[in-house]
Every structure is written in structure tokens, then in C-alpha cells.
């Protein structure tokens, strides 16, 4: 790759742009942000103490500012602002010769547009890509006063709302673009920022805004039609569909019902030809509910849901009626086939149950998912180029959803949906005639899984092509896998898979990847094997979560039963195998992502180093069990407070003690991959990547450098100076004052204190030197004694049950 | 018995801590600053004459270790003959000191000695720098020994029925009578002005040093309001009705004065303050420390022949509002004596300095309003009071 991005701007401090611009700050780029120059400074004396002599940037100021309030929050770290750098189109415009890409975030004007592309036209370096944000805007005509010079290198990135979170950027080529230029941006945006790419066409709203807000107004008029209520077509179009849980009026709400209907009626104005035009006019109801001001979570949370508080402050969320104008309490519709299809694990399986009915509910789901197929179809050859893929991907990206329209269908049965689509009389491209096979190998199926899609249907064009695999993604198994050549070794909750050149990985697949026996099994058998067969581990997988944590059914009965010696087996064996990777001969990468918390995340400590993804949530959170990490958690962190402390002269460890306390006996989970390693969960080994997709290939690469340097495996740690019960006391003492003051339980109290005692290394005189040993038995030690205790039972009982923590 | 004399009770301005104008200033220098006053304004006394030299601190540690006082005096350019010696009773230290030197100057075993306090709360933290727990006080009952200052004073208002609003308005007042005397310049006379610097990084890595005086209370708040302060959450225990805003400020000062025998007075040509009456300390149940003065305050008056109707001015440190409304009303005080130019709540608390610094305060204003009797009195961690009784001469 020839492309080096080291500088950006970002042209428009807009919600969008602002954010836009703490993703690339996250990726490590420096960022310039801004917007309109102010010409004096702002009235407001708080804003003018904040802005001070930047005064001329304040509307980027500000933006930057408002960062930090947004939710979710946009921000890996409060310490990427610092890669931020305000400014304003007038003074500041000359930092754009230094930039190695420029993307235009302005508002959505064509005329301003115009404005801002020759601005930028006249103040970059020749071949740097420009790139527009627009959502729905005419590309061609943005640019149509500018030269070839300036085509060949402005093309559309299309960030999804809120670009941390969402995978996709739609990228639309401009037709006189230079084609590799394009290609080799999109190469870095994947590899650095960690987005989706699918190209899209020149039409209004691109491919997934003009699908995606398809089936919304397709959920609009259903709704009418059917008769259901907003809060039952909620609970059909969540997770029953394999969509996110804000399903279909909830999003709504969170997005802006305002937003949502602007951008239907750019479709509705600017489409004239859209098959299905009239559906992108709002219904009425939706027109009063603007015009109301009703717009959603931005107008304290009452637009088509409505948050209300009781006197006793109990909170109820009420669901809008549209016939009576006014908020009822929340009455979800049953449906005869709803228990047996929440047993049903698998989306496509489910769909296919539920669609064999014929009540409301059934129905609801069988037209809209009809109406998107059709409609995706249709608009397949204009907005995609005849890629299904395209549709799919965008609209999995940019809407979460599991399975794409063209996935689903062929998932669904593609004749058999056909047919049905037939009987009800919904108009369809000539090209979808019967056996048509959108994907190869067929979606879901088991081969599916090893290799993902290998080619598509290119629809009128009546032709397959191929899709090449990208080298980074692996497909590691989800479910012990018979079919997948790659596996080494494999049981029920785990698998060890050849990834080649020398590296095997261990890939969890229990339900949330809790830690079970049979990963433990796995851990002890994978670890022979890599050390007679291969160079190093990585332990990685391509769940939503890598860990949820140890299996706490195991350890609960084990307490009913009285059967204390086998917790501290279960114990011992974990931390064992954690040693034995520890101190391999080979080194060792694991890549948390997602949840990784309590067992989990102490597997993930004892890694030689680890690559975390940039969204990982990730915790020692035992104390919400009742319990403390054993499993070499607590062990790991004590043995770095005690090293840093070292390397002062004379240096007192409680200080750094002290930061691992915080976050062991609070349960403190990360918000992200970098706040994990800068709250000090993980040390000086770890590193962060955005682009989930490279973690695995980024983490093999890591290991066959280490390899290939001359790997030695740690030195043993034997000289540790604790602090002894000094330094018990001395966090009892504010545990005690934390306890009077309310702040938290006796019982947490009585939890982090066994907390402290194991990371000041027992009861005993300070001064004393242990071993990395001593801090395991003491693990294991005041685990079972906190088994022993009823509160931590009813804790363990109430998270099995509900999923939640109990504070007792 | 000798009497024991008080002359020119100075002190240096409480500035915040943390962000205040005194934050760089070492507390051993900003003594030594009081000190050079206190001798600039009796230019009769020999400084060779002075027996010792007695600093109160709560926290002797770090720039206010290594005995303090001895620092202070040497960096007074006192003479290497003059001693010194650092005292600790935590919040009453700065009076514990001006009671120990005027009990040896009346048992004849000195002539002349500077007494006060100095505390930097921006340099030192409350319980120093590396506070350590006891097994013998955490696991053997006796939890309550390490109660935090602001919960005790929660304890004070529950035992006490001393309600939120009640907290509020009484620090409500004392900013509001803080800030007119601050107008009227009712603590010029006391006030030593001090230099103050600030060293910060300059162009191509020199060194920025600006200087400042540094020569009024910076507490007060003109701008607050009870509504304000009422909107203040809980500072110390969910569901309380301590804040922030009605429990002292952490603050940095120096106060001291020079304690004399009636000889020495004469032979110098002194002006006396005021005739040093008597002093009491007390203890009381550490979990209710706030409520020292009950103790203490009748204990004083009673070894100094006195009752309560004779005093007509009370400096009474307002560690929290809590525990000063509990004192007042327990003793059924009249508030009117008590802190007529605000008290710590608004003006702050530079914890071992506080004594002294009152001392001067109260001294000052008695000559201004022409008064006999005062009292100087303090509640004190782990459950403790003190109380001193001047005569105004």
C-alpha cells in the first residue's frame, strides 16, 4: 500500500463530522476539525471561558466539547481529543496542505457544498483523496463546476450514524475517478478504522439508507393494515427477526422521527421512479407527530414511545396510539407460535417456524421481509450494480442486521418465498425466475460457515461471479465442527483450529463463551499440541463476545452439594493452564473483543501480549458474583502494581495497588479496547485495533515476528516485597468509611476486602517476599471462603437467573 | 502565678487550597513571613531574648516536617540559639501551642515565646501522605477511631436534630457576614501581607517567575446563595445533609503571636493584647468529634473564674455547620458573639494554623469593638475540644 494517512481533515463540525473525526482520532490520525469562523466571542461567559483565545473556532470547540456528552459515546478515550486539533474555515484553511485526506462534513446543501469542494480544490496537495459525507446528495453534481483534476480524486464516504459503532462506509465513486486511488483508501479505512466497505452508486440515499428506510415505511404501512400496535411490531422486528432489540420504532425514535421522514421524502421527491413511491411518503401520524415536535429521544424521549415518571418515581414508557392521538400503556400482542420460536436458537430456523403460520404476527413478519426482498430486487441492477452482496452487507452493517435481504431469502427457501411472493401479487424484476442461487455456497449452511460466500448472482445480468476471500477474515468455527478440516482438537466448548504458517488458535464456542470444564479440557489438550506441532497460540474468536466469564451453574452446585475440594480443583486446574501459557516455550496472543470479562479476561492476561479490538468491553467483574478473580486475575494485576512500584527507588506499592483495588473491587468494565489498557486492566504488551476483521491476522502476524526474533519465554517471579496486613488495613479503613457513608454494602465491603487481601499478599508483617505461587493459593483461598458465605450464594443464584448483579 | 501576655496575634491571609493564591507557598516559609511581622512591629525585642519557639501543624509531614518550627524560625532569620518545637492536637494545634507557652511563661520557666500554627493543606492531604489502618483498631470495634471528618458530622446533625436547612443557612450567613467584613477591612490589622511566586515553564525552556502579595481571605463567596448551597449534593454519606458547601474549606495559612511575662513586657516597652485566662482540652466519642467544644468551652470558663454571660465574642471554628449549630445550641450560646466576620465555612480552615489565626481574629475584633471576655474554640479529630479564654486588655 502506497497510501499513508497520518493527517486529516475533516471539513464540518456537525454531530457527523465531529464524530467522524474521534474515529479517526481513535485510529490514531491527527485530526483537524473544522467549521465556520466566529467573529466574536460567544456571549455566554462559560463558552467564553472555554473557548478563551481560540475564540475564531469556537463552532469546532464546541462540537468537540459536545463529544463528551454524546451517547453512546463517541469517544474510545477521553484521551484521543488529544489527536483533535479545532480550527476554522478562514484562518485555518492552509493546515489542508499537510492533510492526506480531506473529508467535506458540511451541512447538506447543494450550494454550500459547492462552496466548500473548490475551497478545498484550491487549498490541498494535488493527489490527496477528497471525499464527500454526504447522505443523499448528487455527487456529480457537487463537483460539476470542477475540473477532471479535482474527479479523479473526490468520491463519497458514507459514514454511518454513530461511526464509532457502525461497521459500514458506502463509498460512491465519482465515474472519472482514479480507480486505484479509491481502491487504495478503501484498503486503509478497512485496515485502520475498522469499516465495512460496500461500494454504492450515485442515487439518492445510496444502497443501505435506501433499503433500510424502505422496510421502516414498510413496517408504517403493515402496521396500519394489520391493525398491531407500535410496541407489538417492536417485539416482532427485534431479536425475533435477528435484528437489533430497538427493532423498528425504537430506532426511530433514537435516530429522530424528523431525520427519518427527511430522508424517506428525499426518495419520494427525487425517486420519481421508485417502484414503491408512495410508501416513502409518512403516514399522517407521523406528519402530526412532527409538527407536534414529537420527535423522539432528542425531545425528552417522547416521540413514538413516551417515557413518564410516577409519583414514586417509577418510570413507564408508553407507546403512542396514533387513532386516539395519545400514549397508552404498553399492551404486546401474543402470538400462538412465540414460546416455541424464542427456543429456536438459530434466526433463519426461526423465521422459517414463524412463517408457517398465518396469524397478524406471522403475517406482519412474512410481508415486510416480502416488500424488502421485492424491493431489494428491483432496485438490485440501479443502486448496487447488480451485486447482491452490496445490499446485504450494507444493510447488515449499517442496520445490524443478522442476515441480509438476499441471505434471508435464499435462507428462507428461495422458491418457496418466490412462489408465495407470487401469490400475493407483488410486482418482481423479470429476472427472478425459479432455482435462482443468490450466494454459493447457500447461506447458513454449513459450508457457509467455513468460507463464507465464494460467489454471487449478479441478477439481470443472469451470471455468477466470484467473490474472493479477503486474507484476513478466517470463518473460525462457530460450534464443534466435524466439516472443518482445519480443527486439530475439538469438543463442545472449544476448538483448536490450524490458522497456518506454524500458528494454531483457540477458538471458545460455548454459550457466551463462559469458561466450562470442557474449555478447560480444551486449554490443557491445545497446549500439548501447540507445543509438539506448532510455532505459537492465538486465542481469539469470532463471537459477539470473547468471554462472559467462568460457567457460575458449575460453581453453584458444586456449593449446594457441599462439594468445596472441587471448586478448588476447578480453581487449580485454571490457574495451572493459565501458568502453563504464561510461561510456554511458545508465545501466545489473545484478542479480546466484545465482552471479555471475569474468567475470561484473566485467560486473556496471561497471554504473552494481546491485540484488543476497539470495541471491547472488559472486566474482572467477580465481585458482582460475590467472588474475586482466582483464576490469576487478581494475581496478574498485584504482580504488575508490585513491579511498577519497583521500579522506583523505594517506591511504596499501595499507590499502584491501590489502582488495581479500584478496578477489581468495583467491578469496573472497559468502554472500550483503548480504556482497558489505559485504566491499567491490561499492561505495557497490549495494543488496540478498530478493524475487527485484521484482529486475528494482525495477532498471527504479531506471533510469527516474535517467532522469528527469538521468543524466550518470562522470567519466573519470585522476589515480590507485599505489603502484608498494613496494607489491609489501610483499604479497610476506607472501605469502612465507604460502607458508613452508604456508598457501598457491608457485604461489597466484605468482598473487596478479600480483594485487598490478596493484592497485599495476606495478613502477615509487611516486608515479607512471596512468590507469583503464594498469590494463587491466596487466590484460591479466600475464593472458597467467599463460596462459603450465603450472600455470595443469593449473588451467584440472582445472576444465573435474571443476568443481573444483586447488591446484598 | 505570673500572667501570661499576648502581643501582636498576626497571621498571612487563608488562601484555597489547591487552586489558591498560597498553593505554592511552603508552609515553613509563610510562618517565617508571620514571624519577621511580628518582630518588624516590636523592633524593642531582641530576638536572642526569645526562649522557643512553638508551631502547631495537623499533618508535620513533608514540606511541614523535619520540625517545622525550627525551619520556620531559622528561615525567619531568627538567631541559630532560638529553639523550636512542631506541636500536634490536629484542628487546635495553632491554640494548643499559644496555651503551652503561656503555662510556662506563668510557671516562670520562660519570658518570651512566638506561638501559632502553619498548615499547607494544598501540600500536605488530610492524613498525610500515606495513611495506614490498624488491625487493632478496624478489627477490634473500634472502627469508628477512623471516621471520616464530614461522617461524623453527619452523626452530629442525626443525634443532634440538626436539619439540611438549618446547615445551609447558618453557611448561608457565615459567607454573607464574611464577605461585609471583608469589605469593611476588619482583618487589615491582623493580616501580614505575603509574597507569593509562581514558576512556570517559559520560552525555550526558561523559566517563568511571577511574583504576587498576597494579603486577603480568598473563602468568602459574594456570589452564593442558600438556594445554591440547598442544591448541593451530599458530600460524604448518600442521603446525608453534609456538603461541600456547608462544611469548612481545606485551606492554606499561618498565624502566629508572642507570648510574654510582665517583665519582659516592661522591659521591651510591649503593648499587650490581652491577658492569656485559661485553657481546656476535652475528649469526646471519636464518631462525634464535632461536638469537643461542648466539653471544653465550660471547662475553660470555669478555670478562668468566668461564665458564659461574661464573654461577649466567641471564635468558634465551623468545621461543618452541623457540628457548630450542635455547640451553640447545646450551650444555648447567642449567636450573635459567635463569628461576627464569617467563620471557616467561608473564610476556611487551615488546620493546624486555625487556632492562632482565631486567636488573632478574635483579639483584633475585641479591640475594635472594645470588648473584655472572648473565647477561641474548636472541635478536633477523634474526638476532641479545646477552648482558650482571653481577657482583652
Known sequence: MTLRINRVAVLGAGVMGAQIAAHLAAAGVRTHLLDLAAEAPPQDPKLAKLVGKKFRSTAALLAIENLKKLKPSPLASDSILANIIPGNFTDDISVLQDCDWVIEAVVERIDIKKMMLAKIAANTKPHIPITTNTSGLSL???????????????????????????????????????????????????KYLGKGIVYA?????????????FTMMASFKHLDELALNIETVDALTGKTMGRPSSATFRTTDVVGIDTFAHVAKNVYLYAPDDPYRDLFQPPKWIEHLISKGSLGQKTNSVGLYKKTTDEKGQTEILAYRPATDSYASQQVQEFPWAEAAKKIPDTIERLKFILGHNDAG?????????DTFAYSAILLAEIADNQPQAIDNGIKWGFNWEWGPFELWQGLGYDTVLERMKEDGVKLPGWLKAGIKFYKPAPNSSEWHLTGPTSQYQGELGKERGIVKAPQLFFLPKSQNADDRRVVLANKGASLVDIDDGIACLVFH???????????????????????DFAGLVIANDAEVFSAGADLKQILTAIKENKFDSIDQLLRRFQAILQMIKYAPFPSISCPQGLTLGGGCEVTLHTSEQILAGDTFAGLVEVGVGLIPAGGGTKELALRAYAQAAKGENADPMPFLQKAFMLIAMGKT??????????????????????????????????????????????????????????????????YNMVQGRQVSPYDALIAEKVATVLCGGEIDAGHTVNEEYFLELERRVFLELCRETKTQERIEAMLKTGKPLRN | MRTAYIVSPLRSAVGKAMRGTLRTKRPDELCADVIKAILKANP????????????????????????????????????????????????????????MAAFQVQAGGAECILAGGTESMTLVPMMGHKPVGSRKVLKDGRE???????????????????SREDQDRFSFESHKKAVAAIEKGWAKAETVPVQVSFRSPGADGTVQIQEQTFDTDEGARADTTFEVLSALKPAFKAGGTVTAGNSSQMSDGAAMCMVVSEDYLKRHNLKPMARFVSFSVAGVPPRVMGIGPIEAIPRALKMGGLSLKDIQRIELNEAFAAQALAVLRFLEIDPSIVNPGGGAIALGHPLGATGAKLTATLLHGMQRDKQKYGIVSMCIGTGMGAAGVFEKL
Open chain 1, 140 to 190: 456529480e453534481k457537487m463537483s460539476e463546476d470542477l475540473d477532471e483534476y479535482f474527479h479523479r480524486r473526490f468520491f463519497g464516504t458514507h459514514f454511518f450514524n454513530p461511526p464509532r459503532y457502525m461497521k459500514l462506509l458506502e463509498i460512491i465513486p465519482h465515474p472519472e475517478n482514479d480507480k486505484a486511488l479509491v481502491g487504495e483508501l478503501a484498503a486503509w479505512i478497512e
Open chain 1, 201 to 213: 452508486k450515485d442515487t439518492i440515499n445510496f444502497i443501505a439508507n435506501r433499503v433500510g428506510v
Open chain 1, 362 to 370: 406471522a403475517q406482519y413478519i412474512w410481508r415486510t421481509l416480502r
Open chain 1, 510 to 532: 460455548s454459550k457466551m463463551n463462559a469458561i466450562s470444564n470442557d474449555i478447560a479440557d480444551m486449554m490443557f489438550k491445545s497446549f500439548d499440541k501447540v507445543k509438539s
Open chain 1, 670 to 735: 472497559s468502554t472500550s479496547g483503548l480504556e482497558a489498557v489505559e485504566m491499567g486492566l491490561y499492561g505495557n504488551k497490549a495494543s488496540v485495533t478498530l478493524a475487527r476483521d485484521y484482529q486475528l491476522q494482525f495477532a498471527k502476524k504479531r506471533i510469527l515476528s516474535l517467532v522469528d526474533s527469538g521468543y524466550q519465554a518470562p522470567l519466573p517471579i519470585t522476589q515480590i516485597k507485599v505489603v502484608g496486613d498494613a496494607g489491609i488495613q489501610t483499604f479497610n479503613m476506607m472501605l
Open chain 2, 44 to 99: 524593642s525585642v531582641d530576638p536572642k531574648t526569645i526562649d522557643d519557639v512553638i508551631i502547631g501543624c495537623a499533618m508535620p509531614e513533608a514540606e511541614q516536617g523535619m520540625n517545622v518550627a525550627r525551619f520556620a524560625l531559622l528561615l525567619a532569620d531568627l538567631p541559630q540559639s532560638v529553639p523550636g518545637v512542631t506541636v500536634n492536637r490536629f484542628c487546635s494545634s495553632g491554640l494548643q501551642t499559644i496555651a
Open chain 2, 144 to 162: 469508628d477511631y477512623y471516621l471520616s471528618m464530614g461522617l461524623t458530622a453527619e452523626n452530629v446533625a442525626k443525634e443532634y436534630k440538626i
